[in-house]
């Protein structure tokens, strides 16, 4: 992906895997010998993840989220023992109980967006009892949190009130002009060498990770 900016072309390369590896450090799609012999829950999960990545388009990236939630509620809810017909709103609404207790109000949004998609797959194919995957959402609220990043109109102040007179304080202003004009994250900043710049087409090789 190239982008253009300022007169510098940038030419960004991401290096996730094709198979990027699930919240519990394994590829996603790949199936383990012990997981072959698993009953209903875990094929109706597999089968969940593998209709996010194709018909629906999920990104590798996000279809690991969903993985990562289900295999916590399936393994912390619906017990692996029981059949999925077996579940009920008062499971789904205990684990949600125990979710909440762990991870934040916007961090629960996204666990109960996972488990609506996946209890509607399952419901769609007749596996478990109808309306379980309507579960209401905690309520979150514009600039309930502290401000993520600084108004525009102060970071030009930023990156000019270095002090560019010495070697550090030029370092310092370009690390800042490339975050704030070009986007770059801290750690893609860290990554880049001499060898990142073509000077002859004024261009930046970032290498995303």
């Known amino acids: 992906m190239r982008r253009e900016s300022r007169g510098l072309k940038f030419r960004v390369e991401h290096a996730t895997p ?84 762990e991870v934040t109000r916007q961090t629960l949004q996204h666990v109960i967006a996972h488990l609506r998609a996946f209890l509607r797959y399952c419901e769609d194919r007749g596996d478990i009892t109808p309306g379980l995957h309507c579960i209401d959402t905690p309520r979150t609220y514009r600039a309930e949190l502290p401000p993520r990043a600084l108004d525009w109109k102060l970071v030009p102040k930023l990156v000019n009130s270095v002090d560019r007179h010495s070697r550090a304080g030029w370092r310092d202003h370009a690390v800042l002009h490339l975050m704030a004009y070009y986007g770059l994250r801290a750690s893609d900043v860290a990554a880049l060498t001499l060898s990142s710049i073509n000077w002859e087409s004024r261009t930046l090789h970032v290498q995303q990770r």
């Open 18 to 101: 094709q198979n990027a590896p699930d919240g519990h450090g394994r590829p996603i799609g790949l199936v383990s010998k012990a997981s072959l012999g698993c009953n209903g829950p875990i094929r109706r999960r597999q089968r969940t993840l593998q209709h996010l990545r194709e018909p629906r388009g999920f990104a590798t990236s996000t279809a690991a989220q969903h993985d990562s939630t289900l295999r916590d509620f399936l393994g912390r809810a619906a017990l692996p023992d029981r059949a999925l017909r077996t579940l009920s709103a008062t499971d789904i609404e205990n684990y949600i109980r125990l979710k909440g207790r």
